[in-house]
């Protein structure tokens, strides 16, 4: 069987990785496709109260779960449209040990931060802030940019645009995918963008 293919969008809460997803499942026309985000997995959870530690502990154990949903997905041969938020190092420590790196397209959804801060206003379903918080992190692994197959920004394009900028990419996807070299660069404990000699 041959396993599905990732398009894995990476970008702050706000930033219109959703939204872009919901247009990638119209675009796209080779096949079947599933959107997985990790806000659905996050609501699935039981709504009482919890103390930090506790919560902490849930939330990393639901990203994990995810992860490893997402793999599983794609290894019986789904197609899939993955929003996530990478904000956090482990995050994407965790996607590149139970991914295969040849089959993840990484897109980085960038936007201007007083762009998120106008939506997060908007939208009123989200902490106050909380794009801002995710903004300095969410693109870096370490000291260095994460390497991405593809960017878009949601600043200067409609997430319809972004997702057709993303189909025209399919076909040209680089061998190795930015997964691949992320994976080989972090397990050689070297950055997560090679930076280019001065």
Known sequence: MTPGRIIFLNGTSSSGKSSIARELLDVLDDGVHFHLAVDAFNAMRTRRDLGPEELDASLRRTRRGFHRAIAAMAEVGNDLVVDHVLSEPWRLRDCLSVLRPEDVVFVGVRCPLDEL??????????????????????????????????????????????????????????????????????????????????
Do not use: M, N
């Open 117 to 198: 801060t106008r939506r997060e206003r908007a939208r009123g379903d989200r902490p106050p802030g909380l794009a801002a918080l995710q903004y300095d992190q969410v693109h870096r692994y370490g000291d260095a940019d994460i390497d991405y197959d593809i960017e878009c920004d949601t600043g200067l394009s409609s997430p319809r645009d972004c997702a057709e900028q993303i189909k025209a990419f399919l076909p040209h996807r680089p061998t190795p995918t930015a997964f691949g070299r992320l994976r080989e660069r972090l397990s050689a404990g070297e950055p997560a963008r090679q930076v280019p000699a001065r």
